[in-house]
């Protein structure tokens, strides 16, 4: 494969096999037609990427069946709530702000009382129409240079580009960022959220990988990116949503001094080898042993009479799934609260997806909780729940 960015041959290290589309929730009538691709990674290490390999086409994951709805997690509405407080630092009373990627408008709904001036880019008409009828402006159209040029107002002028686990899911990083310097104003600020390597390495948290997710970050590879446009990173925060992710603050280069934090954590990331091959080779070896231990468990379960269910037919499941080869032998169904998923089957493996009343109805001995990111959230919800949750992660 062709690094995205730099145009770089680099091999893929790892393979995990057969993937269907991570959000293609499935009716039984089209089980036979089901897309699928081969999701390898790989890293360059000129700028220390992370990347997939092939990937399908934008328009074939966003659109207008897109089934995430950022307002379905109570905790993010209240993680969105802070982020907005957050770049409240980067704006004042006449700033414009765009979102890219803003799904249902739960972040940029923080500042539509205070501002006029709010644009989201959402190109997945079922999200989108939601932020419209909560009177977000929102265009539902990809975040590029050739859907921004007629944006007069917004040119040069926009004091605060917003994203949040959105850049990992764009191939032409470099469009992305021209288009961002064709919007941002001389001292405006890119802030975004993404899962980040260091954190994924570490919880051997695979299942952050899937079509949506070309790219897994770090502060080593973003600062490098950037550099290559005259951005500069010139600060970093991590964050412990999506199982650990960065939030990072970009600015054109030389506008402010570089806050200590980002030179801290590059040279953490160079001891942890973040930007250098061998971390990822010892990744791999990791997700072989996660996959073989957790296929290893939910068998001797089964074979000791107990019945599994899955918790949250999440994006994330799909790659536990397809690349462990767990089906309906193994999992009965998985609940989950998004109606547009409910009486569909999980992509690839075809396991049924059920509402919460089923769940209830149903109870099983075991759960895998494979939004193990909302355990907090779930947990405390599900207290009466007197089964055991089980997960590849630690929970
Ligand atoms: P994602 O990990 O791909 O973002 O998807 C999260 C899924 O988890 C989404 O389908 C909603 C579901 N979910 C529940 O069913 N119950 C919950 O309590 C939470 C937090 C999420």
């Known amino acids: 494969m062709n690094c995205k960015i730099t145009g770089k041959k680099i091999n893929p290290f790892m393979s995990f096999g057969k ?54 997690s109570e905790y993010m509405k209240k993680h969105f709530k802070e982020y907005a407080n957050f770049v409240k630092n980067y704006l ?27 644009i989201g880019f959402e190109p997945s008409e079922s999200v989108a129409n939601v932020a419209k ?43 992305l960022i021209e288009t961002i310097d064709l919007l941002l104003s001389s001292n405006g600020t890119f802030v975004f959220e993404e899962p980040y390597l260091g954190s994924m390495f570490e919880k051997i948290s695979y299942d952050q990988i899937y079509d949506e997710h070309i790219y897994m970050f770090s502060a080593s590879s973003i600062s490098k990116i950037f550099k290559r446009f005259d951005f500069e990173l010139v600060d970093v925060f991590p964050q412990i949503t999506h199982g650990g992710s960065m939030r990072y603050i970009v600015k054109r280069k030389g506008k402010i001094n570089i806050s200590s934090n980002v ?60 690349y462990c080869n767990i089906d309906t032998q193994l999992i009965d169904y998985i609940c989950d609260t998004t109606k547009e998923k409910i009486g569909k089957f999980s992509p690839g493996m075809h396991i049924p997806i059920v509402d919460m009343k089923h769940f209830y109805n149903n109870v099983t001995d075991y759960v895998y909780l494979f939004a193990w990111n909302h355990k907090e959230e779930i947990l405390k919800k599900e207290k009466d729940y007197k089964g055991k949750w089980i997960s590849h992660v630690e929970l």
């Open 92 to 118: 004042n009373s006449n700033s414009k702000i765009i979102e890219i990627g803003s799904n249902d408008g739960t972040f940029l709904k923080n500042f539509i009382t205070q501002t006029n001036n709010v």
């Open 19 to 72: 993937m269907p589309i991570a959000n293609g929730f499935i009716e039984k009538k089209d089980f036979r037609d089901e897309f699928f691709f081969n999701m390898e990674v790989g890293f360059n290490e000129d700028i220390s990427l992370f990347q997939l390999n092939d990937h399908p086409k934008p328009e074939k994951m966003f659109n207008k069946d897109y089934p995430f709805f950022t307002g379905s």
């Open 263 to 322: 030179e801290k954590i590059i040279e953490t990331e160079k001891k942890k080898d973040l930007d250098k091959i061998n971390s990822c080779l010892n990744f791999k070896k990791n997700c072989e042993n996660s996959k073989s231990k957790i296929l290893k468990k939910l068998i001797d379960l089964k074979n000791l009479g107990n019945s599994i269910c899955g918790y949250a037919a999440t994006s994330k499941s799909t790659t536990i799934l397809n």
């Open 133 to 175: 009828k909560s009177n977000v402006p929102t265009i539902t159209k990809f975040f590029n240079k050739s859907n921004v040029k007629d944006l007069n107002k917004y040119l040069g002028q926009t004091d605060l580009i917003c994203a949040s686990n959105v850049i990992c899911h764009v191939p032409n990083l470099n469009d």
